[in-house]
Structures are given as C-alpha cells and as structure tokens.
C-alpha cells in the first residue's frame, strides 16, 4: 500500500504547477484521498481532498479558485492543479489516503489517514 506523489518543483509567483499521487496496493474506492501541506514551522494544513464515496470536493479556504483536485481511477492517481502560486503556498506537499468523517461540510480533513505519501517540495518565489 504506497503513495507516491511527483510535480513538485521551483516556480515563480503567479505560476502554475501539478502534482500527481499514484497509488498502489489499494484503489480510490477504498479511501477518501487528499492533499495537505506543511511549512516550516507550521502545522500540517488540509489543502483539498475528494469522498470516494460521493465525489464531494474539499477546499481550503487559502488554496480556493486557485487550485483544483480531480483524479483518475483507471490511473489510480489523483492530481492538484496548481494555478496563481503564491509564495506563501511554499511547502511540502503530501498526498493522503483515508476517511472523511460522514456528513462531513469543513475544511479538508481526514478522521483516520491510513497511507501517507513521501511528500513533494514546493517552492514558490517571490
């Protein structure tokens, strides 16, 4: 059971990136599946995650209009369009497999991660 994320890089403000999770050993049928970044000296924050169960979309408020989760089942990857990069999108970005809790209307959450990802650098400059 793996996660392997890709994309991620050095671009410069107002720029664009995607970074793809490819899945192995399990399908998105299984999991909800999500993105979530930390900076240094931060928090781990929810970026956007996606039900396998009902296809709901989650956003953070900060990442909202500009990026966008979709994912490809016969891939088993699931990607995040990065548009409008900021500098403050500066992170590690890791990819998620678990479950979002039911009836569920917040920001981009998991009750239970059961897969992480290795995590891809993104830096944004100024």
């Known amino acids: 059971v793996q996660l392997v994320e890709s994309g991620g890089g050095l671009v410069q403000a107002g720029g664009s990136l995607r970074l793809s999770c490819a899945a192995s050993g399990f399908t998105f049928d299984d999991y909800d599946i999500g993105w979530f970044r930390q900076a240094p000296g931060k928090e781990r924050e929810g970026v956007s995650c996606?039900?396998?169960?009902?296809?709901?979309?989650y956003y953070g408020d900060s990442v909202k209009g500009r990026f966008t989760i979709s994912s490809d089942n016969a891939k088993n990857t699931v990607y995040l369009q990065m548009n409008s990069l900021k500098p403050e999108d500066t992170a590690v970005y890791y990819c998620?497999?678990?479950?979002?809790?039911?009836?569920?209307?917040?920001?981009?959450?998991?009750?239970?991660?059961?897969?992480w990802g290795q995590g891809t650098q993104v830096t944004v400059s100024s």
């Open positions: 998620a497999a678990g479950v979002i809790p039911p009836h569920y209307t917040g920001s981009p959450y998991f009750k239970n991660v059961n897969v």
């Open positions: 996606i039900s396998s169960s009902d296809g709901t979309i």
